[in-house]
């Protein structure tokens, strides 16, 4: 993802996704995405949502 999406010198993605996870999220109504990694559906949603990104898509 990283890759595709520029130049990944200098990015540190864990610490980029870490953060991520423990932010609001507006597409989770303000929640955060670390909340819904407890279940398979809550799983399937981040990943949505990151794939969404990934794309342009995200709003």
């Known amino acids: 993802m990283v890759a595709e999406s520029g130049d990944p010198i200098g990015f540190d993605a864990r610490q980029w996704l870490n953060r991520w996870l423990r932010g609001p999220v507006p597409a989770l109504g303000g929640r955060l995405p670390v909340e819904f990694l407890h279940t ?10 990151l794939a969404s990104m990934q794309t342009g898509a995200y709003q």
Do not use: A, E, F, S
């Not at 559906?41 to 990943?47: C, E, K």
């Open 40 to 49: 398979p559906d809550g799983v399937v949603q981040i990943t949505r949502i």
